[in-house]
């Protein structure tokens, strides 16, 4: 995190927490270089320094703490009030999937929020994580903004008591013009640009009328990608994720009659909870080879133990060979019948407690593959989700990859028909240049969905050809593809 990204990049975290942040970078910005080593000695104590990374194991449930603000990176406002890493945290949620002595995974959060930057891949990851393992998130006062938008990717939010808060889900973002501050010490910046939209909200001026409108874009586009996550990440509607997503945060029961949360719960008691809950958890059949039961035998070669016997049997030798005991059964065909009957039903008996449990574990194997696919779902895909609970074999990961695929291609398609029932351009009929101003057309009114929508799909082409594009300039691209000419 650097002072262009405190001062202009769109956040999700309570605004009184980053007007403190801002203050702080402020006073760099001015020169006021802050002193860890005084402020650690007039306060008698080290301050709380960013959150380590990694996760402790207790019970078999690995609990991992985000406490802070969240950024990509350690900087200098997690030294001074501590913080968390998204890389860092993503990096744990996917050693604690792959670590085998976790069952579940349980995220404990004291969080304002952070950086759009960074969260959206550590919410992915929790969430791929509950596709293969239990996992909860317990708050510790308070989840709000990026915290919450990660912490509600777990298959189950809970709050630590009454008044531990929740939500805020919102985004924000400020301009700062800092012209007359360097005027005070001397010093003019003249910007050079190329490209329409560059640098169409500068620092070195006052915020024009284009400049404000591109910056809310961009912040409505950010708000309706994180409504979309929570809706899916929490299974409700768009319309009931946004009637969560006002910007308020809810306190205690509030936050649980809304639909942010799923109840109370203490920390050890829940896991507790999870531990039990998870007790012989196994992956689903898709993801381990079946244990193939052993056939049951059809030829018994001699008398089971205990079984009555019906001849004498010629005394065998250590050296008895499958040839001996095959002349016997020949010149002995009742006796050997009624041994080979014994001897199956003795065997059937003794596989009977291996073949039930196979039974029982199977079942339960297929509701959770079922319930995981159900868990994809996104409403208009109901005939696919329901081909794939019938497969027998598509996971709940596998599911939501195809579900999402498909929405994709719908929404692609829909954009194309408009493209082509759009109507055609009134062709230029020369007109003088204050008539041409007097019938300007009107702005266009630009739809954060569809800027949403748009950044998604260059998000992944760009992640296609081995590029990592953040949020906010997904965002950018897509206006500028999608509203040429809005801003001007």
Known sequence: MNLVDVLYSPWAILPEHLTLMRQIYGAHLRGDRTDIA??????????????????EVRNGVAVIPVRGAIAQRMSLMQEVSGGTSS??????????VE?????????HIDSP????????????????????????????NLVAS??????????????????DRLGSIGIVATHRNISRMEEAAGIQTTEITAGKYKRIASQYGPLTDPGRRSIQEEVDAIYEIFVDFVAQYRSVTHEQALAMAD???????????????????????LIAELNDSTAGWEPPPSRQASAALPPLAAVATGPPPGATQLTTL?????????????????????????????????????LQPQIEKARAEGAEAERERVAGVRAALIPGHEALIEKFCADGKTTGGEAALAVTAAERELREAA??????????????????????????????????????????????????????????????????????????
Not at 113 to 140: H, I, M, N
Request: aromatic share 4%.
């Open 38 to 55: 005084a402020l650690e000695a007039r306060r008698g104590a080290p301050l709380s320094g960013p959150v380590p990374g990694g996760y």
């Open 87 to 96: 890389d860092l945290l993503t990096r744990d949620i996917k050693a604690a």
């Open 247 to 269: 910007g308020k945060v809810f306190m205690g029961q509030q936050a649980i009659d809304i639909g942010l949360a799923d109840g109370f719960h203490s920390l050890e008691g």
């Open 415 to 488: 954009a194309s028909s408009r493209l082509t029932n759009a109507t055609p351009a009134v062709p230029f009929a020369g007109v003088s240049e204050g008539q041409r101003e007097a019938k300007a057309p009107p702005k266009a009114e630009i739809n954060p969905r569809a800027v949403a929508d748009k950044a998604r799909e260059i998000a992944e082409q760009a992640k296609a050809s081995g590029t990592t594009m953040p949020i906010e300039q997904a965002c950018i691209k897509a206006r500028e593809a999608l509203y040429p000419t809005s801003n001007t």
């Open 113 to 140: 929020g952070g950086t759009v930057a960074g969260t959206e891949g550590a919410a992915s990851a929790l969430f791929a994580a509950r596709q293969l393992k239990p996992t909860a998130t317990l708050s510790d």
């Open 314 to 350: 010629p005394p065998l030798s250590m050296t008895t060979t499958q040839e001996q005991v095959a002349q016997w059964a020949a010149d002995n065909q009742e006796a050997a019948s009624i041994l080979r009957e014994e001897g199956a039903a003795t065997e059937r008996a003794e």
């Open 99 to 107: 670590d085998k002595k976790v069952r579940a995974l349980l995220l």
């Open 146 to 163: 990026a915290a919450y938008w990660i912490g509600s990717a777990a298959s189950k939010v809970y709050l630590g008591s009454q008044v």
